[in-house]
């Protein structure tokens, strides 16, 4: 392309890319605040409150770490730490031991992951939510007043509020927005037009952008605008895309992958079957309080055939998924951390609560004691988790093995119905062999350090040995045992030996879990595993025991009884947070807008009227997931344009009060799966079984080191982006490019940037070239020679609305100056592709 060509480009590009007003990057707060809680209280509860709290016998140096006041202010050496400056940290300088007299904690160094993870806390500020004293703190935590807290509060729907332009409303949703609109003294904008109203649903309800066929019919569609757009919400719903873009949102929360991550990135070879799972159930409109109880408590809720048993245990994959350190060699310290995963979870996806804060101390801020955490803690303690994998101490140098997944062939299904459940045989055989290693291990050690003519060693040795081969005979069978190659396998690395347990790719087996060894924990002191407290019966959170608990049965879990609490109506949070998950979906931003946290530390709700009608909609609508989404997109207000008028602006410039629509940027599947639909080459059938080679089981991490990562699945695989394998630490370049969603934590709002990142891939990226060139050829084989025609079709075809004339002047100039017109179609429909107004909704 001659110089003259290229500087148009891009011009062209460059026009299109300011065409939307600026966007602000999400405030960084609520990350920061989870970085906090996840990784720097439980660090300084662990190692420094000993010494350096109000709660201390004698505060060394004068420094206290429990309030940010006081850290701020730091001891007799001075400020303990500088936000943003961890080189001049004193509290970074302390723990790096680089100095030798001045190494804190004085009883060992830190790990270099909870160095790092200090370090990257003062790099973004140091966000710390403890304000006050020690005292003040605790007293928030008292269970009398936390009661007090808004989303701890039945929910109360009230009456619709009347307003005054009552002709503008579309339904109740609309009076409860317009109400305090009018309060404000501020009138909503006008009503996107038709095109801009059809390519927002579609995206919003599908991901995926209408076609130019759709957009010509909804254009032309004689009816009003509310029976027009709810013809088209109807189709949208019905359609099986629906329910892989709504069941990729809920993959977000319960912190979905294909791989453990950490320290030994092992494939989760059948997780995708959970992923199915969850895009059937919302094509299905499965009700939302049954979707939550089967991935609780699938395995023990009744069945009425062998499908739905299966199903139900595919369910429970939702406890499975969780990031684990496998390397970790003490079997008490990585079933505690997996039961934290799993409730850390539980809690932000279900009840937006932080039961994590709890481990280590009471809660710090909501009603959550560390009984309740342990009590908690006990149920998930008595469940026998089936991911396929177990740490290094468990399983030698084999990280995954089949046996350690759960059954739901035929046979094992019929069985569970019957009453004769081989899922928990083979649980308390699995519990049985655990108990034994947890048993072992101190007595391995105690072992090692007697001296040999020691009283009792022979006994010992003579008790392990018995130890050893009941263990043996509880092992699961060696599934290469009386293969071809087993001999072959005896002489192959380490590394090789991890890569080949042997499996079938089709296999009856999911991750899921099971009734496990029925028990009730010690509360561990500031978490530590080795400082043991007194014992917590299993139960769930007080603050919420008026919700109606079931007492959990005698032999039981209590998994059932949870899962069944979850979902009672009476439960003030479990509709409220999934009710604001969607509308932060629909709008940009929830009505609460801290959608993982309802506690004291999140926001409060901005509308709390309406919030409470939606969610006690909701139940009585018997929980349908499409009616809530339905309701909301045929309001008024979901239909508003996204034009800013200063006069509102003066007033509400966050929109907090929904005056006009929100502009949002399309998620990287959206852009992913619009480049891919718009150029022809989009496979809407589902990939069969596993995203990558299935034989492979080995460490993703030293396999991508040498260039070999085994995907099946890449980024330029036509299908949609729900289907490609998702490895932890090793996403593709364009979701970190475009801010996919971190699979180690839950994500019920994703961080949003705007970079030159973004337009720079969109221009130079194989993927976004390769769609051009197709477009610019579909183009011209529906349009023929009319080279007009061809550029009205790219304007109708990406950015679903006619082009004006202006743009079709320039554009049809640009065409024609480029070497030659095919590579100048392509250029263009490129510019289209990287242009601000294709990544974001209108």
């Not at 759709?214 to 949208?236: C, G, I, R, T, Y």
């Not at 296999?507 to 500031?526: H, N, T, Y």
């Not at 004339?805 to 017109?821: C, K, T, Y």
Request: proline residues 6%.
């Amino acid at each position: 392309m001659n110089s003259p060509a290229l500087l148009s480009c891009l011009r062209l590009t460059l026009v299109l890319l300011l065409l939307s007003p600026s966007v602000t990057a999400q405030d960084s707060r609520r990350e920061g605040l989870d970085v906090f809680e996840k990784h720097v209280r439980p660090l300084l509860a662990k190692h420094c409150y000993e010494c350096h709290s109000a709660e201390s016998s004698s505060v060394k140096g004068n420094l206290k770490l429990d309030t940010r006041t006081a850290t701020l202010k730091g001891g007799d050496s001075g400020p303990a730490l500088v936000a943003g400056k961890p080189d001049d940290s004193l509290l970074l300088k302390s723990v790096m031991y680089n100095n030798p007299d001045l190494q804190m904690p004085p009883k060992g160094k830190l790990s270099e992951d909870e160095i790092a993870a200090l370090r990257h806390w003062i790099e973004i500020g140091a966000p710390d939510p403890r304000t006050g004293t020690s005292d003040q703190i605790s007293k928030t935590t008292r269970l009398k007043q936390g009661r007090q807290h808004w989303s701890f509060q039945p929910v109360r729907p009230g009456q619709t509020p009347s307003v005054k332009n009552a002709a503008w409303t579309r339904s109740e949703i609309d009076h409860f927005i317009l109400a305090r609109q009018e309060q404000a003294g501020i009138t909503p904008a006008a009503d996107a037009d038709r095109p801009a109203l059809l390519r927002r649903v579609t995206l919003d309800l599908t991901g995926l952008p209408p076609t130019p066929q759709q957009l010509s019919q909804f254009v032309a569609d004689p009816a009003s605008d509310d029976e027009a757009l709810a013809k088209v919400v109807d189709h949208l719903l019905a359609s099986p895309a629906f329910g892989e873009r709504w069941g990729r949102h809920w993959l977000d929360v319960v912190r979905y992958a294909d791989s453990v991550g950490k320290t030994r990135n092992i494939p989760f070879p059948f997780a995708w079957r959970y992923r199915n799972y969850v895009i059937d159930s919302f094509n299905a409109d499965k009700p939302y309080d049954r979707f939550v109880q089967e991935q609780l408590a699938g395995d023990l809720l009744p069945s009425r055939d062998v499908r739905q048993r299966s199903e139900n245990v595919i369910a429970t994959g939702f406890l499975a998924l969780g990031s684990m350190d496998l390397n970790e060699r003490d079997l008490d310290q990585f079933r505690l951390d997996r039961i934290d995963d799993q409730m850390d979870t539980l809690g932000r996806s279900m009840l937006g609560l932080t039961f994590g804060c709890a481990r280590c101390h009471d809660h710090k801020f909501d009603p959550i004691s560390q009984q309740d955490y342990y009590a908690l803690a006990g149920i998930f303690a008595s469940t026998r988790t089936l991911s396929g994998n177990r740490s290094r101490a468990g399983m030698g140098n084999t990280y995954f093995h089949p046996e350690l997944l759960a059954d739901i062939g035929d046979k094992a299904a019929k069985e569970a119905i019957a009453g004769r459940d081989p899922a928990q045989l083979k649980a308390a055989t699995l519990a049985r062999a655990d108990e034994i290693r947890e048993t072992l291990t101190p007595m391995v050690q105690r072992f090692k350090a007697m001296p040999d003519n020691a009283p009792g060693k022979a006994a010992l040795k003579q008790r392990m040995a018995v130890l050893r081969r009941e263990l043996q005979s509880l092992q699961p069978a060696d599934a290469a045992a009386g293969t071809p190659g087993k001999s072959k396998a005896k002489q192959q690395s380490k590394q090789q030996r991890l890569e080949a347990v042997p499996f079938d790719p089709a296999g009856d087996i999911a991750m899921g879990v099971s009734e496990g060894r029925i028990e009730d924990l010690k509360l561990r002191i500031r978490g530590e595993p080795d400082l043991e407290g007194d014992v917590v019966e299993r139960g769930l959170p007080t603050v919420l025991e008026t919700v109606g608990m079931s007492r959990i049965q005698e032999g039981t879990s209590g998994r059932e009884e949870l899962a069944k609490w979850l979902t009672s109506s009476r439960n003030p949070l479990t509709g409220r947070v999934l009710v604001n998950r969607v509308w932060g979906h629909l709008f940009g931003r929830g009505l609460v807008e801290t959608p993982d946290n309802f506690g004291v530390a999140g926001a409060l709700p901005s509308h709390p009227e309406l919030l409470d009608y939606l969610a006690a909609g909701f139940v009585q609508d018997d929980w349908s997931v499409k009616r809530l989404i339905r309701r909301i997109v045929l309001s008024r207000v979901y239909r508003l344009s996204t034009d800013i008028r200063p006069q509102q602006a003066a007033v509400d410039e966050g929109n907090q009060l929904y005056w006009r629509g929100n502009l949002r940027r399309l998620d990287v599947e959206a852009i992913r799966d619009s480049l891919l639909q718009t150029s022809g080459q989009l496979d809407l059938q589902r990939p069969a079984g596993a995203p990558y080679k299935a034989e492979f089981t080995g460490d993703l991490s030293r396999v991508a080191a040498r260039g070999n990562l085994p995907a099946d699945l890449q980024l330029s695989s036509p299908v949609r982006s729900v289907y490609l394998p998702v490895f932890r630490s090793l996403l593709f370049g364009m979701y970190t490019a475009f801010d996919f969603a971190e699979p180690d934590q839950v994500n019920g709002q994703r961080d949003v940037t705007t970079v030159p990142g973004q337009a720079l891939f969109l221009l130079n990226n194989g993927l976004v070239a390769e769609a051009s060139v197709r477009t610019a050829k579909q183009l011209q084989q529906q349009y023929g020679e009319d080279s007009k025609a061809q550029l009205a079709g790219a304007w109708r075809l990406i950015l679903c609305r006619e082009a004006s004339v202006d743009e079709l002047r320039m554009a049809e100039r640009f065409v024609e100056s480029a070497d030659a017109e095919a590579t100048g179609l392509a250029l263009l429909v490129q510019a289209l592709y990287a242009s601000a107004e294709f990544r974001y909704t209108p």
